[in-house]
């Protein structure tokens, strides 16, 4: 979606994103702004109306203020909902909390904001978010710093943020001081660097600030012009920071977003190891998988060594070089695979590479085979679960699904050290997620089986890849078929005999049978 609100234009496009996670209209969203100069009529003109600072300082809230300056950059944010990044184990760097727009309507003029709507954003922006004023400690101004723009500013979050309930401070600053207005990318600036703030724990410096313009009545408020960097950590785990970030359109579309501290473990969002999903971190692999494409075989040979050389240069670790050639590059016919436990054994295999070619399209058949009971042991999946979002989220699926249906939590059944995967009426439905959710994993990774075969408990969970029953159907069947088998005599036996039927019925009914003692 092309959004187009000037100067808004980009937190607007964050507000809309959110707007569409919130809604279930999409997953994931990309929100982001860009500002190229290319060509000098408009600063031409915004020169000729006085609205540029002759000096090329944007001196926001300073008393020389004079004018803005164009700048230019872009920026992105990647948005999911909190829940889905939870699941998938991303790195979240903060949380929209809450956002708002409104239009200016009637105002004094083209240059002159409307104090009265930049009011009434900010305070439905916290009131989407569910914050109240005294929790906000800073706030990304809009701040194109002009002397008409700046103390209107000014006075509407002080209408807002002085609320009489909190002598706190609340800082607030202006990126545009550090690198100009980049006008329709100016919102997105604004925000990266808030989140920047909350990441460092740090405020950086408003710039150019020499006499603050005393228009902007700031005495006897909780607003302070944050000129100096200034520490911004929690006061303890349990109190999030809270941060505002305006952007004020030139056509008169307002934008506020309210941000927050990413949650931690000790907030209660994240799971943790009490009958639930293990709490999530990073496992170290005892030896890593790196692969290279190219187009022919002496374009890979010529990469291979260009590589080779490259790692004798630099001190890069394995798994981010991994990481980085597996998940970021394109893919060609012509292949190469090395595994490695370290940098040193991955350039002696980089010296004498073997090189295959693979036809695009090319698949070999698959087949996915399931066991059965008997492979089950405590702790079973745990790595996996902690590392692959896709086994984690399928696993998470049967979980809720067996929640009413058994008298343990999944998780615990198999995470746990006790023996209740060893008990029938645990084992099955344990294996029969397991063995789904490993599965999934593969089917994530364009790993697709021509045939699935399955033995006792794994042909369940193979007719249910196969489409044959819905996961829940599977689920209830196994735990019903583990339970009916979990209450027969503990100290059965079976035997496999070798023999037509009519041999075994004719033996069974004149002589009793004698089964060697277990071992």
Same mark, same amino acid.
């Given at each position: 979606?092309?959004?187009? !609100?000037?100067?808004?234009?980009?937190?607007?496009?964050?507000?809309?994103?959110?707007?569409s996670?919130?809604?279930?209209?999409?997953?994931?969203?990309?929100?982001?702004?860009?500002?190229?100069?290319?060509?000098?009529?408009?600063? #031409?003109?915004?020169?000729? $109306?006085?609205?540029?600072?002759?000096?090329?300082?944007?001196?926001?809230?300073?008393?020389?203020?004079?004018?803005?300056?164009?700048?230019?950059?872009?920026?992105?944010?990647v948005?999911?909902?909190?829940?889905?990044?939870?699941?998938?184990?991303?790195?979240?760097? $903060?949380?929209?909390?809450?956002s708002?727009?409104? +239009?200016?309507?009637?105002?004094?003029?083209?240059? $002159?904001?409307?104090?009265?709507?930049?009011?009434?954003?900010?305070?439905?922006?916290l009131?989407?978010a569910?914050?109240?004023?005294?929790?906000?400690?800073?706030?990304? $101004?809009?701040?194109?710093?002009?002397?008409?723009?700046?103390?209107?500013?000014?006075?509407s979050?002080?209408?807002?943020?002085?609320?009489?309930?909190?002598?706190?401070?609340?800082?607030?600053?202006?990126?545009?001081?550090? #690198?100009?207005?980049?006008?329709?990318?100016?919102?997105?600036?604004?925000?990266?660097?808030?989140?920047?703030?909350?990441?460092?724990?740090?405020?950086?410096?408003?710039?150019?600030?020499?006499?603050?313009?005393?228009?902007?009545?700031?005495?006897?408020?909780?607003?302070?012009?944050?000129?100096?960097?200034?520490?911004?950590?929690?006061?303890?785990?349990?109190?999030?920071?809270?941060?505002?970030?305006?952007?004020?359109?030139f056509?008169?579309?307002?934008?506020?977003?309210?941000?927050?501290?990413?949650?931690?473990?000790?907030?209660?969002?994240?799971?943790?190891?009490?009958? +639930?999903?293990?709490?999530?971190h990073?496992?170290?692999?005892?030896?890593?998988?790196?692969?290279?494409?190219?187009?022919? %075989?002496?374009?890979?040979?010529?990469?291979?060594?260009?590589?080779?050389?490259?790692?004798?240069?630099?001190?890069?670790?394995?798994?981010?070089?991994?990481?980085?050639?597996?998940?970021?590059? !394109?893919?060609?016919?012509?292949?190469?695979?090395?595994?490695?436990?370290?940098?040193?054994?991955?350039?002696?295999?980089?010296?004498?590479?073997?090189?295959?070619a693979?036809?695009?399209?090319?698949?070999?058949?698959?087949?996915?085979?399931? !066991?059965?009971?008997?492979?089950?042991?405590?702790?079973?999946?745990?790595?996996?679960?902690?590392?692959?979002?896709?086994?984690?989220?399928?696993?998470?699926?049967?979980?809720?699904?067996?929640?009413?249906?058994?008298?343990?939590?999944?998780?615990?059944?198999?995470?746990?050290?006790?023996?209740?995967?060893?008990?029938?009426?645990?084992?099955? =439905?344990?294996?029969?997620?397991?063995?789904?959710?490993?599965? +999934?994993?593969?089917?994530?990774?364009?790993? !697709? =089986?021509?045939?699935?075969?399955?033995?006792?408990?794994?042909?369940?969970?193979?007719?249910?890849?196969?489409?044959?029953?819905?996961? %829940?159907?599977?689920?209830?069947?196994?735990?019903?078929?583990?339970?009916?088998?979990?209450?027969?005599?503990?100290d059965?036996?079976?035997?496999?005999?070798?023999?037509?039927?009519?041999?075994v019925?004719?033996?069974?009914?004149?002589?009793?049978?004698?089964?060697?003692?277990?071992?």
């Amino acid at each position: 979606m092309a959004v187009d !609100t000037a100067c808004s234009s980009s937190l607007v496009a964050a507000h809309l994103a959110c707007q569409s996670l919130r809604s279930g209209e999409s997953d994931l969203a990309l929100a982001g702004g860009v500002n190229l100069i290319l060509t000098p009529e408009l600063t #031409i003109t915004f020169s000729q $109306a006085r609205m540029l600072s002759p000096d090329g300082r944007c001196k926001t809230f300073d008393a020389g203020a004079d004018g803005y300056v164009r700048g230019e950059g872009r920026g992105v944010i990647v948005l999911k909902r909190l829940s889905d990044a939870l699941r998938d184990g991303d790195n979240i760097l $903060a949380l929209i909390r809450g956002s708002a727009v409104n +239009q200016d309507g009637r105002s004094n003029g083209l240059t $002159a904001p409307n104090g009265l709507a930049q009011q009434d954003v900010i305070r439905r922006a916290l009131n989407d978010a569910q914050v109240t004023p005294n929790q906000i400690g800073y706030v990304e $101004a809009h701040g194109t710093g002009t002397p008409l723009g700046d103390p209107i500013e000014i006075a509407s979050l002080r209408a807002v943020l002085d609320d009489g309930e909190s002598n706190g401070r609340v800082l607030v600053g202006s990126v545009k001081t550090n #690198i100009g207005h980049l006008e329709s990318a100016a919102g997105i600036a604004g925000l990266i660097k808030t989140v920047l703030a909350l990441q460092h724990e740090a405020i950086p410096p408003h710039l150019h600030v020499k006499e603050i313009n005393p228009y902007l009545s700031i005495e006897d408020s909780r607003l302070e012009i944050g000129t100096y960097l200034r520490p911004w950590k929690r006061r303890d785990v349990a109190a999030s920071r809270f941060a505002g970030v305006s952007s004020f359109g030139f056509g008169g579309t307002n934008a506020h977003v309210v941000i927050s501290d990413p949650p931690l473990e000790s907030d209660g969002l994240l799971p943790d190891n009490q009958g +639930q999903a293990p709490g999530l971190h990073k496992i170290e692999r005892p030896r890593h998988l790196l692969t290279l494409s190219a187009k022919s %075989e002496n374009a890979l040979l010529e990469f291979s060594q260009s590589l080779h050389g490259f790692l004798r240069i630099t001190n890069y670790e394995l798994p981010d070089l991994a990481f980085t050639a597996n998940t970021t590059r !394109t893919h060609f016919e012509y292949r190469l695979a090395v595994q490695a436990a370290s940098l040193d054994e991955l350039k002696n295999k980089l010296e004498n590479p073997e090189i295959a070619a693979i036809k695009p399209g090319a698949q070999p058949k698959i087949a996915f085979l399931f !066991t059965g009971q008997g492979s089950q042991y405590p702790g079973m999946g745990r790595r996996l679960y902690e590392t692959q979002p896709a086994f984690r989220g399928a696993l998470d699926d049967c979980a809720k699904i067996l929640d009413s249906v058994l008298d343990r939590p999944l998780f615990e059944i198999l995470f746990s050290e006790s023996d209740a995967i060893h008990q029938t009426q645990y084992t099955q =439905p344990a294996l029969f997620a397991f063995e789904y959710a490993l599965a +999934q994993m593969w089917l994530s990774w364009g790993i !697709t =089986p021509h045939a699935v075969l399955g033995h006792s408990v794994g042909e369940y969970a193979a007719a249910c890849i196969a489409g044959v029953f819905a996961l %829940e159907d599977g689920l209830r069947l196994i735990a019903e078929r583990a339970r009916l088998m979990g209450a027969l005599p503990h100290d059965g036996m079976m035997a496999a005999v070798f023999a037509d039927a009519s041999r075994v019925a004719e033996a069974v009914s004149c002589t009793p049978i004698k089964f060697p003692s277990p071992r």
